[in-house]
């Protein structure tokens, strides 16, 4: 069984930085992606950031050239650096793992102020 642990979300004002970190654990094999989802109510849940199997990395055009997703592969964590908040960036981020299966974390409230 795959656990991931979101931490780091928080209330920041508008072009501020939160650093998000999603800890993994237990039988982890055959990574084929990791990246990072938003969501707000009433929407579907939208791609922020992914780290192919290959080590491709994209990024929702929104959050282009301010947000930056790495992993430490000693520590089995992702992270989702945020720079530059918007507003608009508010949303409860999620953390997924995709092996033969894909996993969620519980998610991590994500609060601008503008």
């Known amino acids: 069984q795959v656990q991931l642990v979101e931490s780091g979300g928080g209330l920041v004002q508008a072009g501020g930085s939160l650093r998000l970190s999603c800890a993994a654990s237990?039988?982890?094999?055959?990574?084929?992606?990791l990246g990072w989802y938003r969501q707000t109510p009433g929407r579907q849940r939208e791609l922020v950031a992914v780290?192919?199997?290959?080590?491709?990395?994209n990024y929702a055009d929104s959050v282009k050239d301010r947000f930056t997703i790495s992993r430490d592969n000693t520590k089995n964590t992702l992270y989702l650096q945020m720079n530059s908040l918007k507003p608009e960036d508010t949303a409860v981020y999620y953390c997924y793992l995709l092996t033969d299966y894909g996993y969620w974390g519980q998610g991590t409230q994500v609060t601008v102020s503008s």
């Open positions: 780290i192919t199997r290959g080590g491709t990395i």
């Open positions: 237990g039988s982890i094999y055959s990574v084929n992606a």
